[in-house]
Each structure stands twice: as C-alpha cells, then as structure tokens.
C-alpha cells in the first residue's frame, strides 16, 4: 500500500512554544491530505482537510490560528500548533487520499505540552 | 447526517476463534463507502477493507471479511483465525458522501487471548 510518513513521532514541548509536524506522501503525490486528532481511548476527529496550493479548509470548532494547516507541495502537508498549551496535547495524525477510496494514514504524533 | 456506532468498547477472543467487531451506520444518502481501519499500540492506522454501498458481494480481505447488511445498516467485520497480533483497537469509517471526510466510530478494543 501507499506509504505516508509522519514526523516527529513524539514531541515534549514547553507551554507556549510552536510545534511543526510534518505529513509526507513517499510514493505518490497526495492533492489533499487530511489532519486529525485522537484524545486518549477515543476516536478520530478530523480537525481539517489540506489541499495542495491553496488554504485548509477546517471543521467547525477548530481554531485556524492555533493550528496552521500548510500544503505546500503535492507530497508534504505540515501542520503548526502555535502557542501550544497543555490542553493541546493529543495524538494528532494525517492521511492521504490516493487513488480509489481508501486513506493511507501517518503513524501519528504523540504531542506533549507541559 | 452521517454516523458511525460501534457498540462494543471491548472484546476478548481465544488464539484461533473467529470475532465479529460491530458497527451500524446511519446516512441517507445511497452512495457510500465503508471502511475498517487497525489501530495498535504504537498508534498507526491500518487499512483493513472497504465495502462500497453498491457491491454486490460481502468484501473479504485474508482473514478478514465484512459481514454487510445494506437494510439494518450494519458492517461488521469478521476476523476468522484470530492471532495474538490481532490484539488492537478496530475503527470503523464511513466516507461522508460527496467528500474525502471519513468520519470514525468510537472503536473496539480486541484482545487475542494465548
């Protein structure tokens, strides 16, 4: 199957700091990648949908400017959470859409802020 | 609008038993597509199979199968030979019509006992 990388895997951090994550299509080209975020022993909640070349397009209840959504090439969405605070914390992973229906997803971020 | 329902918080199943994950869907639109994701421990999603409104046939993927009843809206997935690797939690999804979006169920925890 399709590969998508996610880096960092897991990342402490300071209250107030930014954190960059990064969403990489390794063998295909990804025209929209999708960011979600996982609360412990709960299930995904797709926070926004990224496309290649131009703005994220968010759901509803999801701050635009805590969480900048970047799409800059057809294998690379990053995703920034600005101001980071420990109720940011959460299990935050993307997917890519290929070719026919199903996503391919990262291996997920564990993000830590304390 | 769509929903996902996975009944089952937890499950236990014997090394070698077939299990049967529950999950009901709810949309009104006729075109849809179903999926079931593998989630482990280390926190990757991985694609188990998909079941589109209009197949025909039950999809079958190796050792797993979905049991789809297009009238009760429900797409179970049946692992037959389970193995202690199958210990994880299983999501079931459903592509919002019209969309990339997947919305996800709230997931089972499966474990394979020795």
């Known amino acids: 199957g399709a590969v998508v990388s996610q880096h960092p895997s897991r990342v402490i951090c300071k209250s107030g700091t930014s954190v960059k994550i990064e969403c990489r299509s390794l063998?295909?080209?990804?025209?929209?990648m999708f960011w979600y975020r996982q609360f412990p022993k709960k299930s995904l909640m797709l926070m926004a949908t990224s496309n290649e070349g131009s703005k994220a397009t968010y759901e509803q209840g999801v701050e635009k400017d805590k969480f900048l959504i970047n799409h800059a090439s057809l294998t690379l969405s990053t995703l920034t959470v600005t101001s980071a605070h420990p109720e940011d914390s959460s299990f935050y992973i993307c997917?890519?859409?290929?070719?026919?229906?199903?996503?391919?997803f990262g291996s997920g971020t564990q993000l830590s802020v304390l | 609008a769509q929903k996902i329902t996975q009944t089952q918080p937890g499950m236990f199943v014997q090394e070698k038993e077939a299990v049967t994950l529950d999950c009901t869907y709810d949309t009104s639109d006729p075109s849809y597509g179903l999926f079931w994701y593998k989630q482990p421990s280390s926190g990757e999603m991985i694609f188990l199979i998909y079941q589109g409104s209009y197949d025909q046939q039950n999809a079958t993927e190796g050792r797993y199968s979905l049991n789809f009843q297009k009238a009760r809206k429900s797409a179970n997935l049946v692992i037959s030979a389970s193995q202690l690797g199958d210990s994880a939690m299983y999501f079931c999804?459903?592509?919002?019509?019209?969309?990339?979006?997947?919305?996800f169920g709230t997931g089972t925890r499966l474990k394979v006992l020795a």
């Open positions: 999804a459903m592509r919002v019509p019209g969309t990339y979006k997947y919305i």
């Open positions: 063998d295909f080209q990804a025209t929209t």
């Open positions: 997917s890519a859409r290929v070719q026919g229906a199903e996503l391919f």
